[in-house]
């Protein structure tokens, strides 16, 4: 027998087996609306053309060697990453009151966060909108925070509650860390405006809540930079010291490489420099130094400006298909005069829709359609094409009449 015997058989994860079970379907017309990854029209993944040029790049660079990176990463990557989350002009970046470090994409940043929060802020409470990426709370709970939820999202009306998330902010102890999406909130593709964000921004201020800024999707979901990271800049205009996770999976498409930053926001220089010793020391025990390749793709991108630029045109066209693909799905429903109101789809952002179809529908789209998606409801508009968005609608039609 086994020292480890005992030990009970962990859940498979919701997504990874939805994909694993879409995989297995012989259908010629199955749809994966499940992953959470950019497809093009053809359904492909897509190499960015900015990011294939970079690799050429690099590649044919004999100055370029595999060393290992400083623990806390590329410094001019580093140095890229804040200005392209903060604004390049963002006083705080000048005011040296800023601590980035080089992560293991948008999860390591997560995590990373939350051990230094772990071992240097005195609340354990964090909140977590409800609901919410389903990364977040195994990453929370992993580090030892009491783990609980505000009110985000209201079926009845599929968009923001915010009354009811204001007065879970009001209700939770003073100085919660409370993760917010920056934008694209994933699942339900619904953002607050900016009248709500200062709203929201009043309650924290007046609360002593740690903003926690999550941004997996930066130009991604409107195909402007700058709108994406508004939530974040109004933040620290309103000089909250806050944390923000960047990822460049979805912007970059460069999943599979983890390239992505922490950055730390403080109130004076001599603290940052504090805080950036002990995220290094941190790093160091958990990682070492970050992965090289997919850091040094983003970091020629942003410091050229013709490739920056270039880069800005791709993901007007990923955000682009998206949109259209909401307006296609939007029209065809309303066309077929599929009971209830589809608004909700032309008005969320980013990747994902939080449809309002429930479980038992999900199901029956898997088993009847072939379509995959989440049991919550969620399909990933990156799934659907201008082959398959007629015949989703259709599907959609059938299971809630
Ligand atoms: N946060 C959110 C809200 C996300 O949706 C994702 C990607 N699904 C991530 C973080 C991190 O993803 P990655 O580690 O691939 O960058």
């Known amino acids: 027998s ?61 100055t370029l060697d595999h060393e290992y990176l400083p623990i806390l990463g590329l410094k001019s990557f580093r140095d890229a990453s804040a200005k392209l989350i903060l604004g390049s002009n963002n006083r705080v970046i000048k005011e040296k009151r800023v601590v980035t470090a080089q992560t293991i994409s948008g999860t390591g940043a997560n995590h990373l966060g939350a051990i230094f929060l772990s071992k240097f802020y005195q609340q354990k409470v964090f909140l977590v909108s409800k609901p919410t990426w389903a990364n977040h709370k195994p990453i929370f709970d992993t580090v030892g925070f009491d783990v609980r939820e505000y009110i985000y999202y209201n079926p009845k009306t599929l968009g923001l509650d915010i009354d009811g998330l204001l007065n879970s902010l009001k209700s939770a102890p003073n100085g919660s860390i409370v993760l917010l999406h920056a934008c694209a909130h994933n699942p339900t593709g619904v953002d607050p405006n900016h009248e709500q964000w200062k709203a929201i921004a009043d309650v924290m201020e007046a609360k002593g809540h740690f903003p926690f800024f999550d941004c997996a999707y930066q130009g991604f979901a409107s195909g402007d930079i700058d709108r994406d990271a508004w939530s974040i800049r109004y933040f620290v205009d309103r000089g909250f010291e806050l944390l923000v996770c960047q990822s460049y999976a979805k912007n970059f498409g460069l999943y599979g490489q983890r390239a992505g930053c922490l950055t730390i926001v ?41 490739l920056y630029a270039e880069w800005i045109d791709n993901l007007q066209i990923m955000s682009s298909r998206i949109k259209e693909m909401r307006k296609r799905l939007f029209e065809k429903l309303v066309e077929l005069g599929t009971p209830g109101n589809w608004n909700h789809i032309v008005d969320q952002i980013g990747m994902f829709s939080y449809t309002g179809l429930n479980a038992s529908q999900a199901q029956v789209l898997q088993e009847k359609y072939h379509v995959y998606l989440t049991s919550n409801g969620r399909v990933s508009m990156a799934g659907l094409t201008t082959s398959n968005v007629e015949y989703f609608a259709k599907a959609i039609d059938d299971v809630v009449r």
């Open 2 to 62: 086994s020292i480890f015997q005992d030990i009970e058989l962990a859940p498979p994860d919701a997504i990874f087996s939805l994909t694993a079970r879409y995989k297995d379907d012989r259908s010629p017309q199955k749809v994966n609306l499940g992953v959470g990854a950019y497809r093009d029209d053809s359904g492909k993944p897509w190499v960015l053309p900015v990011v294939r040029k970079a690799e050429k790049i690099i590649s044919s660079d004999p």
């Open 266 to 306: 403080l109130r004076n220089s001599e603290t940052a420099t504090k805080v950036e010793s002990q995220v290094a020391k941190l790093q160091r025990a958990e990682i070492s130094n970050p992965p090289l390749h997919g850091a040094r793709i983003v970091n020629l991108i942003l410091n050229d400006p013709m």
